[in-house]
T-cell receptor
Framework: RKEVEQDPGPFNVPEGATVAFNCTYS??????FFWYRQDCRKEPKLLMS???SGNEDGRFTAQLNRASQYISLLIRDSKLSDSATYLC????????????FGRGTSLIVHP | NAGVMQNPRHLVRRRGQEARLRCSPM?????VYWYRQLPEEGLKFMVY????????ESGMPKERFSAEFPKEGPSILRIQQVVRGDSAAYFC??????????????FGEGSRLTVL
């Protein structure tokens, strides 16, 4: 089983739609969780951290379910500019804590 | 520019040559991570360094690959005797903190290696 798993998609949605991505992780001892965004052939950029109580930043809402070991990202009122790959990141302890990336979920927002 | 600086942005090498990729972290950041991304794949962890120390190299191939982060100067990822399978984007990221609550990474624009 992979340490961090995501549905690669693509998710193809119209402008204004609400879309949600899930990410599952295998290490129950993981302590911190993040969503990153990566545009085509660009570097990943931090979108938001994921807190145990859930958190919201504008149109974006992130939630953590420790019991089921998954995190989610909800995007409301999708914009064309939201088209990108969304990467789930979990801090996993090996010899040290290493931010470990999922493969990413591709989102395409069309007019 | 206060961001993470990587160079070269693009590097072309023939099989058997050496590739050296450089990364200067953000000012004030002492933790550097290298990741590799193959086409249509996710980012794979390679190595985590602090100044003058390799903290975790569990993701780095045992042969041909090495990394350093000297007291002065940038972190360097070195690939000896490159093969076509080494063609990828190599991303460097820096962080101001480490430990179980780390994960807030600031990435450079990446170095794209093409092996002919």
């Amino acid at each position: 089983r992979k340490e961090v798993e995501q549905d690669p998609g693509p998710f193809n949605v119209p402008e204004g739609a609400t879309v949600a991505f899930n990410c599952t992780y295998s290490n129950s001892a993981s302590q911190s969780f993040f969503w990153y965004r990566q545009d085509c052939r660009k570097e990943p950029k931090l979108l938001m951290s994921v807190y145990s109580s859930g958190n919201e930043d504008g149109r974006f809402t992130a939630q953590l379910n420790r019991a089921s070991q998954y995190i989610s990202l909800l995007i409301r009122d999708s914009k064309l500019s939201d088209s990108a790959t969304y990467l789930c990141v979990v801090n996993i302890r090996g010899g040290s804590y290493i931010p470990t990336f999922g493969r990413g979920t591709s989102l395409i927002v069309h007019p | 520019n206060a961001g993470v600086m990587q160079n070269p942005r693009h590097l072309v090498r023939r099989r058997g040559q050496e590739a050296r990729l450089r990364c200067s972290p953000m000012k004030g950041h002492s933790h550097v991570y290298w990741y590799r991304q193959l086409p249509e794949e996710g980012l794979k962890f390679m190595v985590y360094l602090q100044k003058e120390n390799i903290i975790d190299e569990s993701g780095m191939p045992k042969e041909r690959f090495s990394a350093e982060f000297p007291k002065e100067g940038p972190s360097i990822l070195r690939i000896q005797q490159v093969v076509r399978g080494d063609s990828a984007a190599y991303f460097c990221a820096s962080s101001p903190r480490t430990g179980r609550l780390s994960g807030e990474l600031f990435f450079g624009e990446g170095s794209r290696l093409t092996v002919l």
